[in-house]
């Protein structure tokens, strides 16, 4: 009986724990998107500055580079971000896409959007999630 009761408990604890991570995934997205459209807005605004000698048209495209190279990073974060809340609305949250064992807490805390476990990451090597040195 006692077993069922904490069977419960864990039960409505997680329910709640997948709402906090759902809301912390959505306003990550929304952190992304408008970091994404400040960038392009200031990239407009450069592109209207137009440079007046071969100076400072090395230097925009430079900047245009870091920009660019900044934008694709986000997207990619923001792709893994939607992903996590897909797999929130499939009920495969917080499973590791490689071993099928449970992501910590810890780390869901840190990397709200992790595919894998700690142990999976660190073999994929991808580093395209955040350590979050465990
Ligand atoms: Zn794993």
Redesign the pocket.
Known sequence: MARSISKDMNKAGAKTKLDHYRKALKRKAEDLRRSMSAQNAAQIVARLDVPSDEGDLSQQSHEEWIFLNRNTLDLKLLREVEDALRRIHGSSYGV??????P?SAKRLDAVPWAK??????E?IGAGTVPSDDE
């Open positions: 590791c896409a490689e071993c099928s064992e992501i894998f476990c700690v142990r999976c990451q073999a």
